[in-house]
Nanobody
Framework: QVQVVESGGGLVQAGGSLRLSCTAS????????MGWFRQAPGKEREVVSC????????SYADSVNGRFTISRDNAKNTLYLQMNSLKPEDTAMYYC?????????????????WGQGTQVTVSS
């Protein structure tokens, strides 16, 4: 059974940093591209960043480019999102997702498995 579990969320002041982690089990991790998505109250889910199976290709939403860094450790079946210079508008539930085939994608329908999310709240 595949499980995707996020951790590392919390409450932080504007300008601060957080590091999210996502551990996947029950699948061959390096067969999958990984993505981070977020959803704020009253808003649609949006892509934050994605990374290909090997970690050699990454992509970021304009709103986080230059502030967030996605990475993965295939030996540990773990995905990371380092978030720096956080802003109140980054407040959302953050979701990790795994997409078979290995290529980075912004389309949520390309992802097969999703975690339950971890809450990030940035105070002003």
């Amino acid at each position: 059974q595949v499980q995707v579990v996020e951790s590392g969320g919390g409450l932080v002041q504007a300008g601060g940093s957080l590091r999210l982690s996502c551990t996947a089990s029950g699948l061959t991790f390096d067969d999958y591209a990984m993505g981070w998505f977020r959803q704020a109250p009253g808003k649609e889910r949006e892509v934050v960043s994605c990374i290909n199976w090997s970690g050699t290709s990454t992509s970021y939403a304009d709103s986080v480019n230059g502030r967030f860094t996605i990475s993965r450790d295939n030996a540990k079946n773990t995905l990371y999102l380092q978030m720096n210079s956080l802003k109140p508008e980054d407040t959302a539930m953050y979701y990790c997702a795994a997409g078979y085939g290995g290529s980075c994608s912004y389309a949520d329908y390309e992802y097969n498995y999703w975690g339950q999310g971890t809450q990030v709240t940035v105070s002003s």
